[in-house]
């Protein structure tokens, strides 16, 4: 009995021993993962550091040149990315002799997608001389006759 409870005392301390040294290791592989973690943050500030400085010596443009689509035929505009959409396309539904019309008649298009006209030029990110398509809203076509002879 005696023997048994040493085989047991000996298993019991072999296991602890084993456990002992697996937890040293994972924490020496967790120390050599945040060294490796403070490396990489050092290496995003040197690198935030850098883009500061190149837009700080080198400013962005303040400007973009769009083409407007206005009745199939291209307007080039230089955009300031302060304005508004809706300035842009007033001066180029302007430039095309298409400005009889209110601008809430008309629709902008980025490919099939609607924008917003009071959205800032900016937070669209045009790349340079892209294409928008300007074309009348459905339904804009013509005034409304009242008393019409089809409307009694």
């Known amino acids: 009995m005696e023997n048994k409870q040493q085989e047991n005392e ?6 602890l021993s084993e456990l002992k040294k697996e937890i040293e290791l994972e924490k020496q592989r967790l120390q050599h993962i945040e060294e490796e973690e403070m490396l990489e943050k050092q290496e995003i500030q ?20 769009l083409i407007f689509i206005v ?8 955009a300031h990315f302060d ?15 298409n400005d009889n019309r209110p601008i809430g008649d008309w629709t ?7 924008l917003d ?15 928008l398509y300007v074309s009348l809203d459905a339904g804009h076509g013509g005034d ?8 009694r």
């Open 46 to 65: 040197r690198l935030d550091e850098r883009v500061q400085k190149l837009e700080h010596e080198h400013p962005r443009e303040k400007e973009v040149k």
């Open 71 to 78: 009745n199939t035929q291209p307007v080039e505009i230089e």
């Open 83 to 97: 304005w508004k959409l809706e300035e842009a396309v007033k001066l180029a539904l302007k430039k095309s002799g």
């Open 10 to 15: 000996g298993g019991f301390n072999q296991e």
């Open 144 to 151: 409304l006759v009242k008393n019409s002879l089809l409307c």
């Open 117 to 131: 006209l009071a959205t800032r030029i900016r937070d669209y990110h045009f790349k340079e001389c892209e294409e």
């Open 108 to 114: 902008v298009k980025r490919g099939d997608t609607v």
